[in-house]
């Protein structure tokens, strides 16, 4: 079983960066396909960004790729996501999530998530 609990939210201004953490326990943290999901008010979560258990495999939505980055360190049971170049549209409530399988966790179907933490953008 895996516990995951982010931090890194906050409120920044259109540009700015943030830096999302999410800790995990277990000792089979290493095992488990990682990934970044994000939930706007009144709609379903959406995949952000996914890393594969070595951190050799990484994929990520359209709308963040070159802006975002996702890594990991198995070492610390810790994944990140780096956020560059923040927009007013990426203020949602962000959720670590833990899967087995790459296209079970892009899906969506992860056995395991964080409580959330929230990322708001000014303009």
């Known amino acids: 079983q895996v516990q995951l609990e982010e931090s890194g939210g906050g409120l920044v201004q259109a540009g700015e960066s943030l830096r999302l953490s999410c800790a995990g326990s277990?000792?089979?943290?290493?095992?488990?396909?990682m990934g970044w999901f994000r939930q706007f008010p009144g709609k379903e979560r959406e995949f952000v960004a996914s890393?594969?258990?070595?951190?050799?495999?990484?994929d990520y939505t359209d709308s963040v790729e070159g802006r975002f980055t996702i890594s990991r360190d198995n070492a610390k049971n810790t994944v990140y996501l780096q956020m560059n170049s923040l927009k007013p549209e990426d203020t949602a409530a962000y959720f670590c999530?833990?899967?087995?399988?790459?296209?079970?966790?892009?899906?969506?179907?992860?056995?395991?998530w964080g409580q959330g933490t929230q990322v708001t953008v000014s303009s």
């Open positions: 277990g000792r089979t943290f290493s095992s488990y396909v």
């Open positions: 999530a833990a899967a087995r399988l790459w296209d079970t966790l892009k899906s969506g179907r992860a056995v395991y």
């Open positions: 890393i594969s258990q070595s951190g050799g495999r990484t």
